[in-house]
């Protein structure tokens, strides 16, 4: 049901707004969901840090449970800690995955990783036949 017309004006997030939606974004949004697919192949192109930034304030705009907004977020540019994550990475994909593990790019070529720390209790990985 759309707002009557006086809830809309004046309202600073309805600025101009139309009793019916344009849907143009709606239908983009629904476009790159659509065809959105797992990434595991990077170059090794340098990210500007602005770049970074602006991702992960996109990010802190994610839902989270009762609006805690637990977010945290580690930025990793050191080669050495890459590939020291990337070993751990590999550890437990072999564990789950056995020989059927991703092929992915050796995490210490990609320019920046971005950890997001947990919260919480943990859970224990098992392996799956």
Do not use: C
């Not at 320019?111 to 098992?126: D, K, M, Y």
Request: charge should be neutral; glycine fraction near 6%.
């Amino acid at each position: 049901m759309p707002l009557p017309p006086s809830r809309v004006e004046g309202h600073p997030h309805f600025k101009g707004a139309r009793q019916v939606p344009d849907t143009t974004k709606l239908d983009l949004l629904d476009d790159l969901l659509a065809h959105q697919r797992a990434i595991r192949k990077f170059t090794n192109d340098p990210l500007d840090d602005a770049l970074i930034e602006r991702v992960l304030r996109a990010a802190t705009r994610a839902p989270s449970a009762r609006n805690v907004q637990p977010w945290r977020f580690i930025v990793i540019r050191d080669r050495e800690t890459k590939q020291q994550l990337g070993a751990i990475f590999d550890e437990l994909g072999a564990r789950l995955y056995g020989q059927g593990a991703p092929d992915r790019t050796p995490w210490e070529d990609v320019p920046v990783l971005v950890h997001l720390p947990g919260r919480g209790p943990t859970t224990s990985l098992e392996h799956r036949d």
